[in-house]
């Protein structure tokens, strides 16, 4: 027959063992949001048999160094030529949209360039649920840096052109735009503009962003 004292110290084996099974299940099970289990991510750098290059692979050059943007208070207005005026938060944005994935190269009037797979949702739909004006000519885009820039509204529509909140399956980091960065498609770089606070639906023709406003050529479309 066991011992007493080998009796107890298999008494609190199970006891440290079923704690810890319960910490386990615990921890676990606060780490899931909306029957989602959260995971550490890890970047994509092949999408259907297609090469891309990696979040690494891009250069600082913002204007006034990465933004830190604080989800409790972030708020992504859009304004201007719509009927109703309307501001969102990170998560009405993203988790209340369809998303869409596209891969998209971005080339840096600088001489780089990466391919990457974005996701995001379309600003076509933002548009339509505030009711944008279909007459208007220009949507301006403004960001937490000071930064800005403006694109043909019909364009924007034309070619599905998102705002993602991912690269490479990874959400945005501090210093690649998060929360929100304009996927620009055949569009240099610097009209990428990240950490985006307010779209503005206009008629302002002759208004002229950030890099624009300094001689930058406002189309900005590639060759």
Request: net charge negative; charged share 25%.
């Amino acid at each position: 027959m066991p011992s007493k004292k080998s009796l107890l110290l298999t008494i609190l084996s199970l006891a440290v063992v079923t704690g810890t099974i319960f910490v386990g299940n615990w921890i676990w099970t606060n780490s899931i949001t909306d029957g989602t289990k959260i995971l550490n991510s890890v970047e994509i750098r092949e999408y259907k048999g297609e090469k891309l290059g990696s979040i690494q692979d891009f250069r600082e050059n913002s204007i006034k160094g990465p933004q830190s943007v604080d989800l409790g208070t972030y708020r992504l207005a859009i304004t201007g030529l719509v009927q109703n005026e309307t501001t969102y938060t990170y998560n009405e944005t993203v988790d209340k949209h369809s998303h869409y994935e596209k891969v998209v190269t971005i080339y840096c009037v600088e001489g780089w360039e990466v391919k990457i797979l974005w996701e995001g949702v379309l600003l076509r739909d933002l548009l339509e649920e505030v009711g944008y004006d279909r007459s208007a000519e220009v949507v301006i885009f403004y960001a937490q840096d000071g930064y800005s820039t403006t694109l043909p509204l019909s364009w924007v529509i034309d070619n599905d052109i998102i705002i993602a909140y991912k690269m490479n399956g990874v959400v945005l980091l501090p210093e690649r735009g998060f929360p929100f960065q304009l996927v620009a498609e055949s569009k240099y770089g610097y009209k990428w503009i990240k950490w985006i606070t307010r779209i503005e639906v206009s008629n302002d023709t002759s208004y002229r962003g950030y890099w624009e406003s300094r001689g930058f050529d406002n189309n900005a479309d590639l060759p």
